[in-house]
């Protein structure tokens, strides 16, 4: 097909739509051929007279947000071209390959990818790699189309609130990829023996371990009846043993999943790759121990670094198709920032939802499934993490080991692990150059402007869950020297987050202060830094010029039933503490002219604020 295009390119070359050029080959006026549902036009073919032009915006094609299918993607939509990936994993040869990226990457369209052009079928899918990257690096990877029987597994839906159902969604999972073969209940190359016990997985009969055999049954039958080698595909195969941390049965999923993955892979013959996509390894869980050459590809790896999200030039060129070269920049300060293998790359979901939405940056990332972990993360942290998180939030750089290879359970026995499950989750990139390898001391800061804002927004519900507007009620007291309006918020604030106050004083504090670093963008926030003669609790430094500094200094009183003149005793003896011990000095050494400053004495749910300046 290397003279002919498609309906797709003939649109774009005649500033029509593919509706239009479709309907021109069902009705023969131009030449045009089908190769298995697809049209495909001589190359240098004239535009048909009287064909109406389109504007520019018109024959833009559509995004294809949210579409999975690589069939309908790259043959209906804007496909950023990623077939290359089919030609690293050829050049690799026989094994089993993980693919660990952040969520809303591009991972799933490109397993289904890796799905339609190795898989066998009856129908000629080379018609949907023909105009692609992959085709034009020869016969070499060509003969590779359609040759081999795949097993595909999604696991996304696979997350259920307990074991029970989890397991039952997976058994679900499994006899519908079952009953996509049922050549292999009649084949005369499987035997008898083999047939039967596929037909008691087919049921919904059949024991758990038995369950677990499925990949190494079903292999073994498609070799032997196709006489070929066989491809294992598994999407999102860490969701479920995520969503099991979080809901008590770590250790039921894993134990599946290693007897899934143990038996269809380990030593297995019949299998030429086995792809696997997800977040992260849980190497130390041992699911793929014993897998000969198993390969892991993370977000610190070169091999496959530009495969999952777009490149500079790709953003560029979407730029051009839609008309909006001139917001590079804003499209660069909130979806770029990324790094993966040393490569800078942006959020294909972001940017194709960003031009899909007429050019509105906004937080697109934070909507989507998944950020449960990262609250359970922040939550469990000690009050050195929350600072560092804290500093984060104020653009500063950590310096922190990361080890990609980090498992759930790690997070309770070494808090510090957290910042490798927001390296490997996205919420972090590696700042380092030439990149770091696993297991190294890097620079790690928040990639861009979107993520700020969900990191943000994962403190904030974690430490005052549904509580932002008391929060900017009290930034806005703070800015505006009002100490009604910031002890009643205070209270307010309180009172409807008690279930986390209830904790020590030290998580109250670096709760406290984290919570506000969340809300208050408008300002660097730290806290129990040294500032004249002492250590202040909480500054907030203005990030403008317009915008006033503030000093807190808080008291906390255990006695029950103290009076409102204890209180007020203590929220002055705190404020006076900010002018004895000079707490202003560093913002007054970095020009800021008006400073707030507010003493504040709890108990229990009581607040008391005095304010000075």
Excluded at 274 to 303: H, M, Q, Y
Aim: hydrophobic fraction near 35%; include cysteine; charge should be negative.
């Amino acid at each position: 097909m290397e003279d002919r295009m498609t309906t797709k390119e003939a649109a774009k070359l005649w500033r029509t739509s593919e509706a239009v050029v479709s309907t021109l080959c069902e009705d023969k006026v131009i030449q045009a051929v089908t190769c298995a549902g697809r049209w495909f036009i001589p190359v240098g073919t004239i535009k048909p007279e009287g064909l109406h032009a389109l504007s520019e915006t018109e024959c833009a094609l559509p995004l294809g947000v949210g579409e999975e299918d690589y069939k309908v993607f790259s043959a209906e939509a804007y496909y950023v071209d990623k077939t290359l990936m089919l030609k690293e994993i050829i050049d690799m040869g026989t094994g089993v390959y993980l693919f660990a990226r952040p969520r809303r990457f591009g991972k799933s369209l490109n397993l289904n990818m890796a799905k339609m052009f190795f898989e066998r079928s009856e129908e000629d899918n080379s018609v949907y790699f023909v105009d692609k990257k992959i085709w034009s690096c020869g016969r070499v990877y060509q003969r590779h189309q359609g040759q081999y029987p795949v097993v595909y597994l999604t696991l996304k839906d696979a997350a259920k609130d307990n074991w029970k159902e989890t397991y039952e969604q997976i058994r679900s999972c499994l006899i519908t990829e079952i009953d996509r073969h049922p050549e292999l209940l009649a084949s005369d190359k499987c035997t008898e023996t083999e047939k039967k016990t596929l037909a008691l997985l087919l049921s919904g009969e059949a024991s758990q371990t038995q369950y677990e055999n499925t990949f190494l049954l079903l292999s073994r039958m498609l070799q032997k009846h196709y006489e070929s080698k066989v491809v294992i595909a598994v999407d999102e195969y860490d969701t479920p043993i995520q969503k099991g941390y979080l809901n008590g049965y770590y250790n039921e999923i894993v134990g599946f999943l290693r007897g899934l993955f143990g038996a269809g892979l380990k030593g297995n013959q019949a299998v030429r790759y086995g792809l696997f996509t997800g977040i992260l390894r849980v190497a130390k869980e041992s699911i793929f121990s014993g897998v000969n050459n198993f390969k892991v590809f993370s977000v610190l790896d070169p091999e496959f670094s530009t495969c999952f999200g777009y490149t500079a030039d790709e953003v560029l060129e979407m730029a051009a198709e839609y008309h909006a070269e001139d917001k590079m920049d804003e499209i660069r300060a909130w979806y770029n920032g990324y790094v993966f293998g040393g490569t800078q790359m942006y959020n294909s979901w972001s940017v194709s939802n960003y031009f899909e939405r007429k050019c509105r940056a906004v937080d697109f990332w934070d909507n989507t499934s998944g950020n449960e972990l990262i609250g359970e993360l922040i939550g469990m942290a000690n009050a050195d993490i929350l600072q560092k998180l804290q500093d984060l939030l104020n653009g500063k750089i950590l310096r922190e080991f990361v080890d990609i290879n980090v498992v759930y359970p790690d997070i309770k026995i070494n808090p510090s692990s957290i910042f490798s499950f927001l390296v490997a989750t996205g919420y972090l990139k590696v700042m380092d150059d030439p990149p770091k390898t696993n297991g190294s001391i890097c620079q790690l800061a928040i990639p861009n402007r979107e993520i700020l804002g969900t990191f943000r927004k994962q403190i904030l519900d974690r430490f005052a869950p549904g509580q932002e507007s008391a929060a900017r009620l009290i930034l806005d007291g703070l800015e505006h020297n009002n100490w009604k309006q910031v002890q009643t918020s205070l209270e307010t604030f309180l009172y409807q987050s008690a279930s986390y106050f209830d904790t020590s004083a030290e998580g109250f504090y670096h709760g406290f202060v984290l919570g506000l670093s969340a809300a208050f963008a408008g300002y660097y926030v730290t806290s129990n830094r040294e500032s004249g003669d002492g250590r202040y609790d909480v500054e907030l430094e203005p990030r403008t010029a317009d915008q006033p500094g503030v000093l807190l200094e808080f008291k906390s009183l255990d006695q029950k039933n103290v009076s409102e003149e204890k209180l007020c005793s203590e929220a002055e003896d705190a404020l006076k503490q900010i002018n004895d011990n000079h707490y202003d000095v560093n913002l007054k050494k970095r020009n800021v002219h008006t400073i707030y400053k507010y003493g504040i004495a709890f108990c229990g749910k009581r607040v008391h604020v005095v304010a000075g300046t």
